[in-house]
């Protein structure tokens, strides 16, 4: 079994920062790309930013240059700073792992999601 927690999440307003982590655990051969997902309240959920093996990373165009997703191999953990926030941001924030739990099998698992919320 592998689980991902996402913490960090919060209350902040427009122009602020906050920086979310998520921690994979369990049975992991590997990590092979970790992303962070957002829903916004009557929206569907979309891919904010991702990286993958050799720290290639890819943005939602509408947060390029504001945030910065990184990760630690050694500690299974992938972080999104997310800087100059605005209002539109506000949604709950979900880490989405694809993790090798053999040589050969891969896992997608999904976190609870966290909460940012963003007032004007």
């Known amino acids: 079994q592998v689980q991902v927690v996402e913490s960090g999440g919060g209350l902040v307003q427009a122009g602020g920062s906050l920086r979310l982590s998520c921690a994979a655990s369990g049975t992991i051969f590997s990590m092979r790309a970790m992303a962070w997902y957002r829903q916004a309240p009557g929206k569907q959920r979309e891919f904010v930013a991702g990286?993958?093996?050799?720290?290639?990373?890819s943005y939602l165009d509408s947060v390029k240059g504001r945030f910065t997703i990184s990760r630690d191999n050694a500690k299974n953990t992938v972080y999104l700073q997310m800087n100059s926030l605005r209002p539109e941001d506000t949604a709950v924030y979900y880490c989405?792992?694809?993790?090798?739990?053999?040589?050969?099998?891969?896992?997608?698992?999904w976190g609870q999601g966290t909460l940012v919320t963003v007032s004007s």
């Open positions: 989405n792992a694809d993790v090798l739990i053999t040589a050969v099998r891969s896992l997608e698992v």
């Open positions: 990286i993958v093996n050799g720290d290639r990373t």
